[in-house]
């Protein structure tokens, strides 16, 4: 078993619709968690970071930790063809910690 | 991309051969990282580096070795390319004054073909 799983998708929805995504864990030590976005041919950029369980908001961006169910989400509202991308999860155990756990990433488009 | 880059860009190489890939960086960032992405798989830690020097095995690191020698260049080498070393390899940097280390920088990634 995988310790982040992430259903690969892809998801296909309309302009203006809202995305949900998830990501579930196994090890319940994670504590920071973070959302990539990578366009295709492109390497992931940063997208969201958050600490322990709670909601995060930016601009058109939630993201959602429950850690009592191992599980996070991110929302994208309003979506935009812009927004077509593979998005996919991290989290690790310590700040400092050079150790990264991915998902593999959900594949989403956008139509106009 | 934040200040870094990758070289090649793409390479096609046959199996039992050397490769050698550099990544560079213009943040002065003290930790950088060398990734493979495969479908299904996400993203796997190769080797990391926390200074100039000074580096350790990520979780598939057979056949790779890396060096470096300068803050601004992390390299990773394939030894004796086979196949299923056939993947999009990333950099990552982070680390910078004051802020979280886990907050990992992407660099365009190198496509290698492995014939």
């Known amino acids: 078993q995988k310790e982040v799983e992430q259903d690969p998708g892809p998801l296909s929805v309309p302009e203006g619709a809202i995305v949900s995504l998830n990501c579930t864990y196994s090890?319940?030590?994670?504590?920071?968690f973070m959302w990539y976005r990578q366009y295709s041919r492109k390497g992931p950029e940063l997208l969201m970071y958050?600490?322990?369980?709670g909601n995060k908001e930016d601009g058109r961006f939630t993201a959602q930790v429950d850690k009592s169910s191992k599980y996070i989400s991110l929302f994208i509202r309003d979506s935009q063809p812009s927004d077509s991308a593979t998005y996919l999860c991290?989290?690790?155990?310590?700040?400092?910690?050079?150790?990264?756990?991915f998902g593999a990433g959900t594949t989403v488009t956008v139509r106009a | 991309d934040a200040g870094i880059t990758q070289s090649p860009r793409h390479k096609v190489t046959e199996t039992g051969t050397p490769v050698t890939l550099r990544c560079h960086q213009t943040?002065?960032?003290?930790?950088m990282y060398w990734y493979r992405q495969d479908p299904g798989h996400g993203l796997r830690l190769i080797h990391y580096?926390?200074?100039?020097?000074?580096?350790d095995k990520g979780e598939v690191s057979d056949g790779y070795s890396v060096s470096r020698s300068k803050t601004e260049d992390f390299l990773l080498t394939l030894e004796s390319a086979t196949s299923s070393q056939t993947s999009v390899y990333f950099c990552?940097?982070?680390?910078?004054?004051?802020?979280?280390?886990?907050?990992?920088?992407f660099g365009p990634g190198t496509r290698l073909l492995v014939l």
């Open positions: 990552a940097i982070s680390g910078e004054a004051g802020g979280p280390r886990e907050t990992q920088y």
């Open positions: 090890n319940s030590a994670f504590q920071y």
């Open positions: 958050t600490y322990s369980s």
């Open positions: 991290a989290m690790s155990i310590q700040r400092n910690d050079y150790k990264l756990s």
């Open positions: 943040e002065n960032h003290r930790y």
């Open positions: 580096s926390y200074g100039v020097k000074d580096t």
